[in-house]
């Protein structure tokens, strides 16, 4: 079983819509991440939280919001959906003072706002 | 100017090839660099950290110049499975709490 997983998988949607993308880790890392992937621009960070109660604006968090639900689980809200939003959502998870801060990516959510 | 800066590539080479990428970072603050690889359409995993002194693993070095802001990728001896796009990756500088910093990613092709 994966790690790190993110549902849905792939998403169309319209715009105005608003959209949730879950992720839910079994690594049992503190750390969540939310990214987009948009070709030739890399991963941008749009929110990360370090534990419960923390949640911390990325890069880009306008247009996004977050919740951390537990531990383990950290949602991606778009409030209403815009046809820039299209994009590759990555989650990813990370566990504090190790030497690379390596992070953990999920599969990815590929989504289209038409 | 973005942050870290990659040739997107694709770079095209064959099977047994040595094939370098570089890549730069403008914040002279910045800590850590790795790089990471991302297969099409997957996510991406962390291939190796890379040092002031240069380090290897296997067919990859990787290198870093301070002084130029600049980080390297070698691979050695290409394989058909080495295809994928190479994120270059630095922490710290302008983001807090250690925070990774994605460069656009260089394209590799290797040929049989």
């Known amino acids: 079983d994966a790690d790190v997983t993110q549902t849905p998988r792939n998403r169309i949607t319209k715009t105005g819509k608003r959209i949730m993308l879950e992720c839910s880790q079994t690594?049992?890392?503190?750390?969540m991440y939310w990214y987009r992937q948009d070709p030739g621009l890399g991963l941008r960070l749009i929110y990360y939280?370090?534990?419960?109660?923390?949640?911390n604006k990325g890069e880009i968090s306008d247009g996004y919001s977050v919740s951390r639900q537990a531990q383990a689980k950290f949602s991606l809200s778009l409030e209403s959906a815009i046809p820039n939003q299209t994009a590759l959502y990555f989650c990813?998870?990370?566990?504090?003072?190790?030497?690379?801060?390596?992070?953990?990516f999920g599969p990815g959510t590929r989504l289209t706002v038409l | 100017r973005k942050e870290v800066e990659q040739d997107p590539g694709p770079f095209n080479v064959p099977e047994g090839a040595t094939v370098a990428f570089n890549c730069t970072y403008s914040?002279?603050?910045?800590?850590?660099f790795f790089w990471y690889r991302q297969d099409c359409r997957k996510e991406p995993k962390l291939l190796m950290s890379?040092?002031?002194s240069g380090n290897e693993d296997g067919r990859f070095t990787a290198q870093l110049n301070r002084a130029s802001q600049y980080i390297s990728l070698l691979i050695r001896d290409s394989k058909l499975s080495d295809s994928a796009t190479y994120l270059c990756?630095?922490?710290?500088?302008?983001?807090?709490?250690?925070?990774?910093?994605f460069g656009g990613g260089t394209r590799l092709m290797v040929k049989p």
């Open positions: 914040n002279s603050a910045s800590q850590s």
């Open positions: 990813a998870t990370s566990a504090p003072g190790t030497p690379t801060n390596e992070q953990f």
């Open positions: 890379v040092y002031s």
């Open positions: 690594k049992g890392h503190d750390r």
């Open positions: 939280s370090f534990d419960v109660k923390d949640i």
């Open positions: 990756v630095v922490t710290g500088g302008s983001n807090a709490g250690n925070m990774l910093t």
